[in-house]
C-alpha cells in the first residue's frame, strides 16, 4: 500500500462489496508493516535516534561561542544571581573539517568529519512534557502519531518477524507511551518498547540483567506449531469479523500485532541477545557489569543489530540531562554514560557499510541558555540549541546555522522541529505533505501545516 493510499480508500473497497478476499489483499497481504514504495528515490533506508531527554547544553557541546567569554560572569540584569557563563570544557578543532566540539563528548568529537551539526535548532515549548511530545510527535497540545510511527507507516519495514518501530529505555524520557505511540495510524505502526538495554547506570540505577529476559517470549504450555494451529484458529474467526464489520480499525490491528507477536518468540531473543558480539565489539560499546557505559552500550549495539535485521527506526532513549542544579558533574556524568557507545555505534554502522544509508539523529527535546543560575546549573531554552545527523545522506562535516553571539537564540539559517522532521522524511524518500492519513474527516501529517525541507542539509 503506497502511503497515499489512505484509509478511506480500504473503507471505500469495503463498502462497494470486494468482501473478503479483496480485504485481505487490502489488509492481510499489504499489512502496514510490508515494505513500500517511497514518493522518490530516498537515501536514508533507516533511522536511529539517540534521544538525550533533559536538554544537552549546546554551549557545552557543539555550539562554541568565543564572543561569551567576554560576559563570562557579568549578571544578566542588575542584582541578579544569574550570570552569562562560558563553557568550562575546552573546544578544539577535530577532524579534517575542524569541527569545533566540546572535551565533554571526545569519542562523538572522534566523527566531526560524519557530523552534519545543525546549531539553529529551535521549537515552542520550555517544558520538558510537551516540548519531548513535540519532538517525538511534531504536537506538545494533542494526541498525535510519534516520528517512528510514521516512518513505518510510509515505508513499512524489511522484517515481517520484527517491529518496524523498536523504542530502548523508553521509561526514561518523560512523555510516557505516546511519544511513541501510533495514535490513530495502524497499530502495527506504533513503537514497540523494550525496558532497559542491560545494566544500570549512576543517573537511573536498574536491576542488572544477566543475559536476555524477555516475558511472554515463550509459552509454557503450547509448543510452537500447537500455537501455530491455535493462532490459525483464532485469525480465521477475526478475518471473518473483519469481512463482517467492514471497517474494524482496532480488529485489523489485533490481527496484524497476533502476526507479529507470533513471528517476534523466533528471532527476538536472537537479535537481542548481545552476548553474540564478539568480547572486541562489547568493550567498544563499553558493556560491562558496573561500568557507567553499559546500559546505553548495549542499547546502542542493540540498534545497530535491529538495524541489520531490516528494523525501519530504532530509538534509544537516555536520561537525564536536566542540569539546574550543578552542570559540572551533571552533564560529565551524561556524556559518560553516552559519549562512548554513541562513538562506537558510529564506528561500527561505518566500518559495517551501514551508516551510508542510516541516519542517526542525536539531540534532546531543547537546549540550554549560555546562563549560569544561583545554583550552578543551567535551566530551559527552546529558542536556540543544538541537533546533530550523520550518514543517511546528510551533509557530513559542516555546521548549519547558527544562534547569536552568545548562543542563546537561533539566528542564521533557522531550523525549526517541522522542518527537522520534513528533512528525516525527505531523506527517506518520503514527501512530509503527502504522507497523509486520513482521520475524523481530515488528512493528518507528521509536519501539521508547517515544515520545509533543509536542502543546506543534505549531500
Same mark, same amino acid.
Given at each position: 500500500?503506497?502511503?497515499?493510499?489512505?484509509?478511506? /480508500?480500504?473503507?471505500?473497497?469495503? @463498502?462497494?462489496?470486494?468482501?473478503?478476499?479483496?480485504?485481505?489483499?487490502?489488509?492481510?497481504?499489504?499489512?502496514?508493516?510490508?515494505?513500500?514504495?517511497?514518493?522518490?528515490?530516498?537515501?536514508?533506508?533507516?533511522?536511529?535516534?539517540?534521544?538525550?531527554?533533559?536538554?544537552?547544553?549546546?554551549?557545552?557541546?557543539?555550539?562554541?561561542?568565543?564572543?561569551?567569554?567576554?560576559?563570562?560572569?557579568?549578571?544578566?540584569?542588575?542584582? @541578579?544571581?544569574?550570570?552569562?557563563?562560558? @563553557?568550562?570544557?575546552?573546544?578544539?578543532?577535530?577532524?579534517?573539517?575542524?569541527?569545533?566540539?566540546?572535551?565533554? +563528548?571526545?569519542?562523538?568529537?572522534?566523527?566531526?568529519?560524519?557530523?552534519?551539526?545543525? =546549531?539553529?535548532?529551535?521549537?515552542?515549548?520550555?517544558? /520538558?512534557?510537551?516540548?519531548?511530545?513535540?519532538? =517525538?510527535?511534531? $504536537?506538545?497540545?494533542?494526541?498525535?502519531?510519534?516520528?517512528?510511527?510514521?516512518?513505518?507507516?510510509?515505508?513499512?519495514?524489511?522484517?515481517?518477524?520484527?517491529?518496524?518501530? *523498536?523504542?530502548?529505555?523508553?521509561? !526514561?524520557?518523560?512523555?510516557?507511551?505516546?511519544?511513541?505511540?501510533?495514535?490513530?495510524?495502524?497499530?502495527?505502526?506504533?513503537?514497540?518498547? *523494550?525496558?532497559?538495554?542491560?545494566?544500570?547506570?549512576?543517573?537511573?540505577?536498574?536491576?542488572?540483567?544477566? &543475559?536476555?529476559?524477555?516475558?511472554?517470549?515463550?509459552?509454557?504450555?503450547?509448543?510452537?506449531?500447537?500455537?501455530?494451529?491455535?493462532?490459525?484458529?483464532?485469525?480465521?474467526?477475526?478475518?471473518?469479523?473483519?469481512?463482517?464489520?467492514? @471497517?474494524?480499525?482496532?480488529?485489523?490491528?489485533?490481527?496484524?500485532?497476533?502476526?507479529?507477536?507470533?513471528?517476534?518468540?523466533?528471532?527476538?531473543?536472537?537479535?537481542?541477545?548481545?552476548?553474540?558480539?564478539?568480547?572486541?565489539?562489547?568493550?567498544?560499546?563499553?558493556?560491562?557489569?558496573?561500568?557507567?557505559?553499559?546500559?546505553?552500550?548495549?542499547?546502542?549495539?542493540?540498534?545497530?543489530?535491529?538495524?541489520?535485521?531490516?528494523?525501519? !527506526?530504532?530509538?534509544?532513549?537516555? $536520561?537525564?540531562?536536566?542540569?539546574?542544579? #550543578?552542570?559540572?558533574?551533571?552533564?560529565?556524568? /551524561?556524556?559518560?554514560?553516552?559519549?562512548?557507545?554513541?562513538?562506537? +555505534?558510529?564506528?561500527?554502522?561505518?566500518?559495517?557499510?551501514?551508516?551510508?544509508?542510516?541516519?542517526?539523529?542525536?539531540?534532546?527535546?531543547?537546549?540550554?541558555?549560555?546562563?549560569?543560575?544561583?545554583? =550552578?546549573?543551567?535551566?530551559?531554552?527552546?529558542? &536556540?540549541?543544538?541537533?546533530?545527523?550523520?550518514?543517511?545522506?546528510?551533509?557530513?562535516?559542516?555546521?548549519?546555522? $547558527?544562534?547569536?553571539?552568545?548562543?542563546?537564540?537561533?539566528?542564521?539559517?533557522?531550523?525549526?522541529?517541522?522542518?527537522?522532521?520534513?528533512?528525516?522524511? /525527505? +531523506?527517506?524518500?518520503? =514527501?512530509?505533505?503527502?504522507?497523509?492519513?486520513?482521520?475524523? &474527516?481530515?488528512?493528518?501529517?507528521?509536519? #501539521?501545516?508547517?515544515?520545509?525541507?533543509?536542502?543546506?542539509?543534505?549531500?
Amino acid at each position: 500500500m503506497h502511503p497515499s493510499f489512505t484509509r478511506r /480508500h480500504l473503507l471505500s473497497a469495503s @463498502s462497494a462489496g470486494f468482501g473478503m478476499l479483496a480485504l485481505q489483499g487490502l489488509f492481510g497481504a499489504q499489512s502496514p508493516l510490508v515494505t513500500r514504495r517511497t514518493h522518490f528515490p530516498s537515501k536514508a533506508k533507516r533511522v536511529i535516534f539517540l534521544f538525550m531527554q533533559g536538554g544537552p547544553s549546546q554551549v557545552d557541546t557543539f555550539d562554541f561561542k568565543p564572543a561569551l567569554t567576554k560576559q563570562h560572569g557579568k549578571p544578566v540584569a542588575k542584582d @541578579s544571581p544569574t550570570v552569562f557563563y562560558q @563553557s568550562p570544557w575546552a573546544f578544539k578543532p577535530r577532524g579534517q573539517s575542524g569541527m569545533l566540539v566540546s572535551d565533554l +563528548l571526545p569519542n562523538i568529537a572522534r566523527h566531526a568529519d560524519d557530523l552534519c551539526v545543525i =546549531n539553529s535548532m529551535h521549537t515552542d515549548h520550555n517544558a /520538558h512534557p510537551q516540548a519531548i511530545l513535540q519532538m =517525538n510527535t511534531g $504536537s506538545f497540545a494533542f494526541t498525535r502519531p510519534s516520528v517512528g510511527a510514521w516512518c513505518v507507516y510510509g515505508l513499512g519495514t524489511e522484517n515481517q518477524n520484527l517491529p518496524g518501530f *523498536i523504542t530502548i529505555n523508553p521509561e !526514561f524520557s518523560g512523555g510516557g507511551p505516546l511519544k511513541h505511540g501510533n495514535a490513530f495510524l495502524p497499530a502495527a505502526c506504533g513503537g514497540t518498547p *523494550i525496558g532497559h538495554g542491560g545494566g544500570g547506570s549512576a543517573t537511573a540505577p536498574e536491576k542488572p540483567l544477566k &543475559g536476555i529476559e524477555l516475558p511472554f517470549m515463550k509459552n509454557a504450555r503450547l509448543k510452537t506449531e500447537e500455537q501455530r494451529r491455535q493462532l490459525d484458529l483464532v485469525q480465521t474467526l477475526n478475518r471473518q469479523k473483519l469481512a463482517a464489520d467492514g @471497517s474494524n480499525e482496532a480488529l485489523e490491528g489485533l490481527i496484524t500485532s497476533a502476526e507479529l507477536a507470533f513471528n517476534m518468540q523466533r528471532e527476538m531473543p536472537d537479535v537481542m541477545d548481545v552476548t553474540k558480539e564478539n568480547a572486541a565489539t562489547q568493550e567498544m560499546y563499553g558493556i560491562g557489569d558496573g561500568k557507567p557505559t553499559d546500559q546505553i552500550g548495549r542499547a546502542c549495539l542493540m540498534a545497530r543489530r535491529f538495524c541489520e535485521a531490516g528494523v525501519r !527506526f530504532v530509538q534509544v532513549n537516555h $536520561s537525564f540531562w536536566d542540569d539546574h542544579s #550543578d552542570i559540572f558533574k551533571g552533564h560529565p556524568q /551524561h556524556a559518560l554514560e553516552t559519549d562512548q557507545p554513541v562513538g562506537a +555505534l558510529l564506528t561500527d554502522l561505518k566500518q559495517r557499510g551501514l551508516l551510508e544509508d542510516t541516519l542517526v539523529l542525536w539531540g534532546g527535546e531543547f537546549g540550554r541558555p549560555p546562563l549560569l543560575n544561583k545554583n =550552578n546549573g543551567r535551566d530551559h531554552n527552546n529558542v &536556540g540549541f543544538t541537533m546533530w545527523m550523520a550518514g543517511g545522506g546528510v551533509k557530513p562535516g559542516i555546521r548549519y546555522g $547558527s544562534t547569536d553571539e552568545t548562543g542563546a537564540r537561533a539566528e542564521q539559517d533557522k531550523v525549526h522541529l517541522h522542518d527537522l522532521h520534513a528533512t528525516m522524511l /525527505h +531523506l527517506l524518500g518520503l =514527501n512530509h505533505e503527502q504522507l497523509t492519513y486520513r482521520y475524523a &474527516g481530515r488528512d493528518f501529517r507528521l509536519t #501539521d501545516v508547517y515544515g520545509e525541507v533543509k536542502h543546506g542539509l543534505i549531500a
